[in-house]
């Protein structure tokens, strides 16, 4: 199957900082890149969905001046927490796609915010 | 809008005993339905996925699920479960074809334990 690589796999941060989180498509060309988040001991819930070359389109209750999504190439999708606060501590998966496939998983980000 | 619920947050079998993990779901569109394994700490492994083929689905590692439209169901079954089976175990939904494929509604997760 096709392979996504998500660094860093964990990182800790002070709260009031910045924290990027990469996925990358490392065999195909991923038209369409997915965020989720999850929380302790619950489901993954969809954050946004991020087309190479447009603007990323947020779920509703997702705030898109805090978690920055970028896909400017069609192997990579960055996602930034801006300002982190410990409420922002989760598990973040990001998943890849091209047209008409299914998604892969990346190996997910766990974010600790002290 | 779709949903999916997964019946028993947690679910405990003896090693070699029969697997069975609910899933029922809700989609005014024609579903494409996925299992997933998710180990601690780990991204998520696809089991099985249904795309409107075949009705029973066999996966990875023995699994298997069967699509029944007029329960709209797709519980995922093992004959007999291993140790190495204990994980966490999600349930989802996709819109079919084109750029919404992919985008994924998930369960609520079941944990299976599995004992000696």
């Known amino acids: 199957g096709a392979v996504v690589s998500q660094h860093p796999s964990w990182v800790i941060c002070k709260s009031g900082t910045s924290v990027k989180i990469e996925c990358r498509s490392l065999d195909f060309q991923a038209t369409t890149m997915f965020w989720y988040r999850q929380f302790p001991k619950q489901s993954l819930m969809l954050m946004a969905t991020?087309?190479?070359?447009?603007?990323?389109?947020?779920e509703q209750g997702v705030e898109k001046d805090k978690f920055l999504i970028n896909h400017a190439s069609l192997t990579l999708s960055t996602l930034t927490v801006t300002s982190a606060h410990p409420e922002d501590s989760s598990f973040y998966i990001c998943?890849?796609?091209?047209?008409?496939?299914?998604?892969?998983f990346g190996q997910g980000t766990r974010l600790t915010v002290v | 809008a779709q949903s999916v619920t997964q019946l028993g947050s947690h679910v405990s079998v003896s090693e070699g005993a029969l697997v069975l993990l609910r899933c029922n779901y809700s989609s005014s569109v024609p579903p494409y339905l996925f299992w997933y394994v998710q180990y601690p700490n780990q991204g998520l492994q696809l089991l099985l996925k249904?795309?409107?083929?075949?009705?029973l689905v066999k996966g990875i590692n023995g699994f298997e699920a069967e699509f029944k439209k007029s329960e709209t169901s797709f519980h995922l079954t093992k004959p007999s479960a291993h140790m190495s089976d204990a994980a966490e175990y999600f349930c989802a939904v996709s819109d079919s074809g084109g750029t919404s494929y992919g985008k994924l509604t998930f369960g609520q997760g079941t944990i299976l334990t599995v004992h000696p």
């Open positions: 998943s890849a796609k091209a047209y008409s496939t299914e998604a892969f």
């Open positions: 249904y795309t409107s083929a075949a009705t």
């Open positions: 991020s087309n190479e070359g447009s603007k990323a389109t947020y």
